[in-house]
């Protein structure tokens, strides 16, 4: 098989490029079309291989080393499966050396070294392949991606991506994919993609937006992007290009319901994580846009979350006034505060004699326990309603009618279908207004469940804590280390978008209730 | 063996014919205008007479009268009307080649039906199949159809074996343009590759010419609303100006009393310069400079390393396109071959070689190319979006004849049809489907039965070009009594044989009242007097009688023409 198509040619293979020609003509008189067709038909396959300088080196490597090359590549893959990227970078060099041509084995040995983050090696190789061939667009995406890739490490090891010039390269790598195949969103997405990690998020979106037009249609095949440009319109706070998306990605999702249903979960689980992240109100509008998709049958658990995240986001707004409210007890304001950190599942560590010895301060303590828990429940109806069973259980004692405070729901969220006008609601502008009766749940939902239930498929970020009985309660408690680190130290870290802001009103708060 | 071989050039504004014999090409005369250029014209005189050629000049313009350029609509739906008649272009093709097959027999005093046909390199595959079935309409076996560039570098290659260089053929004609290069190496010739541009030729030019004239009569005050198509009236005058522009400097077109001015007829009489001209084909001149770029582009070749240019068509007659071809070559276009002719020639040649007039050994051979890509349409994944791509079996410029099998799959298990569709890549740069050329010719399988492996059917696709530049294209389910099978097919599917059979009655009929035969029809008559009242003495009057009038029932020309002769010889003898 080696050397048929020199046989065909009859000449051998270390024929010059002359005599290969002269051999061709021969043979054609020889075999005119005219008489042998069929002949003629092998012998100008030959020769459309064999007359070109390029074409004939890369038949010449392939018939004289394909078997080596072959198990060489076979040799690569198993220590790629096995992660070993030293031998898969030995095994594809040694292909290389035997048939040098080969831009495939180029392309794979650039893709191992950056599986092992040896980047310079792994650009080197992919521009090798790019001046060599620049025609081919999944080696210039290639190149894209190792940038990225790259650019990642690079921040993942203390090491401002923004800051280093691969991204910038990694833009025009593909740039020029995108040149070479301009229907393919791929290219785009990639450029998208490496503004992100520069944070120019308006470009990022812009070219995102690119990409789902780049094969000619806005189709739910377009979900991805779409989904990637709401989240994009997250991280820039841009709510009004937000709901836009929602509604874009709402008009190309077909009805069939176990669509509509990944849509949703796909909604909740972003929710989800930036809840995780400590972007509470941002988690409340997500989950809402979720609701949008959700079909009935599915729709009372995901409902549980989004409320859930609601009186969190309300929790949150209202913290700031709380713990410099003066007309409320020291104690009570450090149970709920205790309820707020346990809900938004900082890392605490068993501290339950916490709360309780919080609560029973505030029991045993002076001053007004009906005006207090008027004040909360009229005032910061989300802290309220983080532990509405032990508030509602003493004004029960107390025989304080509280059903007629203001609805936590009234934030001002809905989600996309349930929109009463078509104009985005943006923030929580308005406080929340006394509004009979209150359409509460009896039991609201204990965090536990709110976080236990999320949608199928749904991965939660880590931080499940535990539920403990709390003395004479009836309430599950979730006990945390709020003061596990020392207080004189820098607080509690929290990670995410508004982290800072907790993070600095927290320390001072905590602080004068020690000091308290 | 046969002792001459016949090649006809079938163009959009003239058509040859030529012969191959005792290794030499020669052109073959129309015996009524002694040219051996005949004007792809066909019209219908007053008296209901068929006209072909130079003689239906005169009528073809006069609409519903006349057929020009019918070349241009081979191959689609697209009907003319002679005198109330509907005819397709493949009729009306035919009763050209009639016509060319007419002239041979009279020349050659023989019957004539093996030819090869000649067609644009980028000719449609449905215009291929429909010139087959012209010739079979007209009585014609087409040995080959040929691409006309080919053609006329043959007619070069078979008088210079011993030639070894690079050459181009410009091939600039009524309705397209052709830009192939070839190279010459010991007697063989190697087409390496052909660009063309299909919708630009003579007419273009014409046009030109009827705006020129048009705009230079209206701005003496001249109106022309009276007329329903003034540019079919001014076609002949501009095709003749363009003509004179050829070699004079400038042309006059008078037509009497043709327009009104304050309520009297005038006449058009127009000056026009070949100044004035070139300005006017100035773009179409671009056109043609891109066409030639592109093509030595694709060829790889450097202008200096040509050695020859042949310049082929009537186009190339006109003066600037003889200049854009010495600029583009630094050296001028040479004419050696009869830039009219050399199609028919090179087609009188290729019929030799099928039918041994040329030795295999020592005579010209041609390694000929499909000049445009050819292939499929695929449903795709890319970067993450399905979408229908440009699948390429056949690269431009490659040899043919091609044969390749390719293996596909159903998109899913459940998958009840597919359908294929031949898609044609003019510039060998098509990735998605809509960046090819729709052919229309379509396959199609249905009620495919699920898949209960649940993965989807495997798809095996057969494709082949073949020395006509004919497809053909078969796909099939392994396993399955299903299939489709398209290309070649569409030839028998355009016209059943029944169909083919009833037009050639309908254009034998049509050809009964052509002048060539009516011309006898008086001679008859007298002869068939002269037989009654002379009686015996009449007899070798009554033989011709009989012969004739076979030969014309047969409608071999050559016998009718002798038969002829022998009539009229027979009278004069006994009246004399």
Same mark, same amino acid.
């Given at each position: 098989m080696a050397a048929s198509l020199y046989e065909m040619l009859g000449v051998t293979p270390d024929a010059s490029p002359a005599e290969i020609k002269r051999a061709y003509y021969n043979l054609i008189r020889k075999h005119p079309p005219e008489k042998e067709p069929e002949r003629y038909r092998?012998?100008?396959?030959?020769?459309?291989?064999?007359?070109?300088e390029e074409s004939r080196r890369s038949y010449d490597e392939t018939s004289l080393y394909g078997d080596e090359v072959e198990a060489l590549m076979d040799a690569a893959r198993r220590a790629e499966e096995e992660e070993n990227w030293a031998t898969a970078v030995q095994k594809l060099k040694m292909a290389l050396a035997l048939t040098p041509t080969a831009d495939y084995i180029l392309n794979r040995l650039a893709l191992v070294y950056a599986y092992d983050n040896r980047f310079p090696e792994a650009v080197k190789s992919l521009e090798k392949l790019t001046t060599r061939v620049p025609?081919?667009?999944?080696?210039?995406?290639?190149?894209?991606?190792?940038?990225?890739?790259?650019?990642?490490?690079? %921040?993942?090891?203390?090491?401002?991506?923004?800051?280093?010039?691969?991204?910038?390269?990694?833009?025009?790598?593909?740039?020029?994919?995108?040149?070479?195949?301009?229907?393919?969103?791929?290219?785009?997405?990639?450029?998208?993609?490496?503004?992100?990690?520069?944070?120019?998020?308006?470009?990022?979106?812009?070219?995102?937006?690119?990409?789902?037009?780049?094969?000619?249609?806005?189709?739910?095949?377009?979900?991805?992007?779409?989904?990637?440009?709401?989240?994009?319109?997250?991280?820039?706070?841009?709510?009004?290009?937000?709901?836009?998306?929602?509604?874009?990605?709402?008009?190309?999702?077909? %009805?069939?319901?176990?669509?509509?249903?990944?849509?949703?979960?796909?909604?909740?689980?972003? @929710?989800?994580?930036?809840?995780?992240?400590?972007?509470?109100?941002?988690? @409340?509008?997500i989950g809402i846009h979720?609701?949008?998709?959700?079909?009935? %049958?599915?729709?009372?658990?995901?409902?549980?979350?989004?409320?859930?995240?609601?009186?969190?986001?309300?929790?949150?707004?209202?913290?700031?006034?709380?713990?410099?409210?003066?007309?409320?007890?020291?104690?009570?304001?450090?149970?709920?505060?205790?309820?707020?950190?346990?809900?938004?599942?900082?890392?605490?560590?068993d501290h339950d004699d916490e709360f309780q010895e919080a609560w029973t301060n505030f029991l045993r303590g002076d001053g007004d326990h009906r005006l207090a828990?008027?004040?909360?429940?009229?005032?910061?109806?989300?802290?309220?309603?983080?532990?509405?069973?032990?508030?509602?259980?003493?004004?029960?004692?107390?025989?304080?009618?509280?059903?007629?405070?203001?609805?936590?729901?009234?934030?001002?969220?809905?989600?996309?279908?349930?929109?009463?006008? %078509?104009?985005?609601?943006?923030?929580?502008?308005?406080?929340?207004?006394?509004?009979?009766?209150?359409?509460?749940?009896?039991?609201?939902?204990?965090?536990?469940?709110?976080? @236990?239930?999320?949608?199928?498929?749904?991965?939660?970020?880590?931080?499940?804590?535990?539920?403990?009985?709390?003395?004479?309660?009836?309430?599950?408690?979730?006990?945390?280390?709020?003061?596990?680190?020392?207080?004189?130290?820098?607080?509690?870290?929290?990670?995410?978008?508004i982290g800072a802001w907790i993070g600095v009103s927290l320390g001072k708060w905590l602080r004068r209730i020690v000091g308290g | 063996m046969a002792k001459f071989s016949i090649g006809m050039d079938l163009g959009t504004s003239t058509s040859e014919v030529a012969v191959y014999r005792n290794d030499r090409y020669e052109a073959l005369l129309d015996p009524r205008t002694q040219s051996a250029i005949v004007p792809s014209l066909v019209a219908v005189s007053a008296a209901g007479e068929l006209l072909v050629g130079q003689e239906a000049l005169s009528r073809v313009d006069q609409p519903g009268f006349g057929v020009r350029e019918v070349k241009r609509l081979m191959g689609t739906d697209a009907t003319v009307s002679l005198r109330g008649e509907t005819y397709r272009p493949e009729e009306v093709s035919a009763l050209i080649l009639r016509k060319l097959k007419h002239v041979a027999e009279v020349s050659l005093g023989e019957s004539v039906s093996d030819v090869v046909i000649t067609v644009p390199a980028n000719f449609p595959d449905q215009a291929k199949a429909?010139?087959?079935?012209?010739?079979?309409?007209?009585?014609?076996?087409?040995?080959?159809?040929?691409?006309?560039?080919?053609?006329?570098?043959?007619?070069?290659?078979?008088?210079?074996l011993e030639r070894e260089e690079q050459l181009v053929v410009f091939d600039f004609g009524g309705g397209t343009l052709d830009v192939t290069t070839l190279e010459m190496v010991s007697g063989i010739m190697d087409v390496k590759s052909s660009f063309g541009d299909t919708k630009l030729g003579g007419k273009d030019f014409d046009d030109r010419m009827i705006d020129l004239i048009l705009r230079k009569f209206?701005?003496?005050?001249?109106?022309?609303?009276?007329?329903?198509?003034?540019?079919?009236?001014?076609?002949?005058?501009?095709?003749?100006?363009?003509?004179?522009?050829?070699?004079?400097?400038?042309? =006059?077109?008078?037509?009497?009393?043709?327009?009104?001015?304050?309520?009297?007829?005038?006449?058009? =009489?127009?000056?026009?310069?070949?100044? =004035?001209?070139?300005?006017?084909?100035?773009?179409?001149?671009?056109?043609?400079?891109?066409?030639?770029?592109?093509?030595?582009?694709?060829?790889k070749l450097r202008p200096s390393s040509i050695g020859r240019i042949l310049l082929v068509g009537g186009t190339t007659y006109i003066p600037a396109v003889r200049d854009l071809v010495s600029e583009a070559f630094g050296k001028p276009g040479s004419t050696e071959i009869h830039p009219d002719l050399a199609v028919a020639y090179g087609a009188s040649v290729q019929a030799a070689i099928i039918q041994d007039l040329i030795s295999s050994e020592t005579g010209l051979i041609v390694a000929d190319i499909a000049p445009i890509g050819i292939g499929i349409d695929i449903m795709s994944d890319v970067g993450g979006q399905r979408m229908l791509m440009y699948e390429p079996l056949l690269m431009p410029n490659q040899k043919i004849p091609v044969m390749v099998e390719r293996d596909y799959s159903l998109m899913s298990a459940d998958q009840r049809e597919l359908e294929i569709e031949i898609l044609q890549d003019p510039t060998g740069k098509a990735k998605l489907a809509t960046d090819a050329v729709k052919t229309d010719i379509i396959g199609r399988i249905t009620d495919i039965p699920p898949n209960q492996s649940g993965n989807p059917h495997p798809?095996?696709?057969?494709?082949?070009?073949?020395?006509?530049?004919?497809?053909?294209?078969?796909?099939?389910?392994?396993?399955?009594?299903?299939?489709?099978?398209?290309?070649?097919?569409?030839?028998?599917?355009?016209?059943?044989?029944?169909?083919?059979?009833?037009?050639?009655?309908?254009?034998?009929?049509?050809?009964?009242?052509?002048?060539?035969?009516?011309?006898?029809?008086?001679?008859?008559?007298?002869?068939?007097?002269?037989?009654?009242?002379?009686?015996?003495?009449?007899?070798?009057?009554?033989?011709?009688?009989?012969?004739?009038?076979?030969?014309?029932?047969?409608?071999? =020309?050559?016998?009718?023409?002798?038969?002829?002769?022998?009539?009229?010889?027979?009278?004069?003898?006994?009246?004399g």
């Open positions: 092998l012998i100008n396959e030959a020769w459309s291989v064999l007359s070109n025609t081919v667009p999944v080696y210039w995406s290639n190149l894209g991606e190792i940038f990225l890739r790259q650019a990642d490490w690079q %921040s993942e090891n203390g090491q401002e991506k923004e800051k280093t010039p691969s991204l910038e390269k990694g833009r025009a790598a593909f740039e020029t994919a995108y040149r070479l195949e301009p229907y393919n969103q791929k290219h785009l997405l990639g450029v998208s993609r490496c503004y992100k990690a520069e944070k120019n998020y308006p470009q990022a979106i812009a070219y995102a937006r690119r990409a789902i037009t780049a094969d000619g249609e806005v189709d739910y095949s377009d979900f991805d992007t779409l989904f990637e440009i709401a989240f994009l319109h997250v991280l820039t706070d841009d709510w009004d290009g937000l709901q836009k998306v929602v509604g874009e990605i709402n008009s190309v999702t077909p %009805s069939d319901p176990e669509i509509r249903g990944y849509v949703a979960s796909r909604f909740a689980r972003l @929710a989800s994580e930036l809840f995780g992240a400590g972007g509470y109100s941002d988690a @409340a509008r979720a609701l949008t998709f959700q079909d009935a %049958s599915a729709r009372a658990e995901l409902e549980k979350m989004v409320t859930f995240y609601r009186y969190v986001a309300g929790a949150n707004e209202e913290m700031g006034a709380f713990s410099g409210d003066q007309r409320l007890p020291v104690p009570l304001r450090y149970f709920a505060y205790l309820s707020y950190m346990k809900a938004v599942d900082e890392p605490l560590e828990l008027l004040i909360l429940r009229m005032e910061y109806p989300h802290l309220y309603w983080l532990q509405d069973n032990v508030y509602d259980k003493l004004a029960e004692q107390l025989k304080l009618d509280l059903r007629q405070g203001p609805d936590p729901m009234g934030d001002g969220f809905r989600p996309l279908n349930m929109a009463e006008d %078509s104009a985005p609601q943006r923030t929580i502008t308005k406080p929340p207004v006394a509004k009979p009766p209150v359409a509460r749940p009896v039991t609201g939902p204990t965090l536990r469940e709110s976080r @236990a239930t999320l949608p199928n498929n749904l991965t939660r970020p880590p931080n499940q804590g535990l539920a403990l009985p709390f003395a004479g309660g009836v309430l599950g408690f979730f006990m945390g280390a709020v003061f596990a680190t020392p207080l004189g130290g820098a607080g509690v870290v929290i990670t995410g978008i | 429909a010139t087959h079935n012209a010739a079979q309409i007209a009585g014609l076996n087409a040995l080959r159809l040929i691409n006309e560039p080919t053609a006329a570098a043959m007619a070069f290659g078979v008088k210079n209206h701005a003496t005050g001249a109106r022309t609303d009276h007329l329903s198509d003034v540019r079919r009236e001014l076609k002949a005058f501009a095709e003749s100006a363009k003509k004179d522009l050829s070699t004079r400097r400038e042309a =006059e077109i008078s037509v009497a009393r043709f327009g009104q001015k304050g309520g009297e007829m005038v006449n058009l =009489e127009v000056r026009i310069t070949r100044e =004035e001209y070139e300005d006017e084909i100035a773009s179409l001149l671009d056109r043609a400079r891109t066409v030639l770029k592109t093509a030595l582009q694709s060829g798809l095996k696709v057969a494709f082949s070009y073949d020395l006509n530049g004919m497809i053909r294209l078969r796909a099939w389910i392994p396993g399955l009594d299903k299939s489709l099978d398209i290309g070649v097919a569409a030839t028998a599917s355009r016209m059943s044989d029944e169909q083919k059979a009833q037009a050639s009655d309908r254009i034998d009929e049509i050809w009964k009242s052509s002048p060539y035969s009516r011309q006898f029809e008086s001679l008859i008559r007298k002869g068939e007097r002269l037989v009654g009242e002379k009686g015996d003495e009449a007899k070798p009057i009554s033989e011709s009688l009989i012969e004739l009038k076979s030969a014309l029932a047969e409608g071999n =020309e050559s016998r009718i023409e002798t038969a002829g002769g022998m009539l009229a010889d027979a009278i004069f003898d006994l009246e």
